[in-house]
């Protein structure tokens, strides 16, 4: 594609077969981490916006790009999101399981009792890593909100409730 689109820059810019071999396989381990669909649409994307041959550079942030369409708040927005959450964490509206995991990973208490100069690091490290994972494909698992016990209490007898009356009386001096 880039060979069809930019004729004369491809060949002066490979020139010789070995060259040329030598930047396929540079491209090919640069580009390895994301899916061929979005590799393509990343090439067209650049492809249109780019009057000179593309660097490798330039094609993964395209990709890196696209694949963060798959509805990923940026790091920032994601920190933030993390750190006002209520407790407990997993009954909380989450924009993408991603955000949870990289704040779980990060400590909770570890996010609500540092600064963000100290804290935000450390989330940013765990998100961008959780981050790859959903761009590679992996699927992450769902978060699991907590429910109330299924307890049901016994009702009282009536001696019971005539005894827990009288004590309520004698407290509020009735």
Not at 27 to 49: G, Q
Not at 81 to 106: E, F, I, L, M, R
């Amino acid at each position: 594609m880039l060979r069809l689109n930019y004729h004369h820059l491809y060949f002066s810019a490979y020139k010789e077969l070995e060259e040329l071999n030598f930047a396929k396989r540079l491209w090919m381990e640069s580009l390895s981490l994301f899916n061929p669909e979005i590799i393509l649409r990343a090439v067209h994307s650049v492809i249109k916006t780019s009057d000179y041959l593309p660097t490798i550079s330039q094609i993964v942030r395209a990709c890196t790009e696209l694949s963060t369409d798959m509805s990923l708040p940026n790091v920032y927005d994601a920190y933030r999101q993390a750190c006002n959450a209520p407790s407990p964490k997993t009954n909380a509206t989450w924009s993408h399981p991603a955000v949870y995991y990289a704040g779980k990973q990060s400590d909770w208490y570890f996010l609500a009792n540092n600064t963000e100069r100290v804290a935000f690091p450390v989330f940013k490290a765990h998100y961008e890593k959780l981050c790859q994972q959903v761009i590679d494909g992996v699927a992450l698992s769902d978060i699991m909100p907590l429910a109330l016990p299924n307890k049901e209490a016994d009702p009282l007898s009536k001696e019971e409730n005539i005894q827990r009356m009288e004590k309520l009386r004698k407290e509020m001096g009735i």
